[in-house]
């Protein structure tokens, strides 16, 4: 005679959010998930359901299709050769474009030309191909301090305000 006793425990539960397998101990309530990260996905993905079925003045999600503005500028740069022009006096065509005809992008505002500035007083001395030009960079600075200072209100026709 033989007496069988049958005995099933849970050893084992698979993660309710990626599947991976995750160990149960039996004791306490089995996990439902592999790791903290994962009951947070898992409820993320529930909340944002719930969200999404509720109209937006209840904090639902928007039905309107998303618009994006895309701002298309184009800048030309034109190289000219002048003649018999005077070092110093020529009008040195807008820097945008290297010797090579690679482009590159200058600062775009107050706080990007600062930065610049800052690395240009640092490269003055250290950068073998900057520090022998030194003296013609302190006159292009000589010249941006006088425009800096001077009583010359910005771009006016475009300044924004009155109309
Ligand atoms: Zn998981």
Redo the contacts with the bound molecule.
Sequence with gaps: MEEATVREQLVERS?A??G?PVAYSGRGRPPR???PV?RRRAWEVRSAEERAGRPVSEGGRSTEPVREIVQRTETLVRTRVVPGSVEGRQQAPRPAQRLSGQPYTLPEDAVEWIEALAVLRREAVTNPRVAPFREHIANACERTLEALRSDATGPGEDSPGES
């Design positions: 993660c959010w990626c991976e998930f592999c790791s994962h």
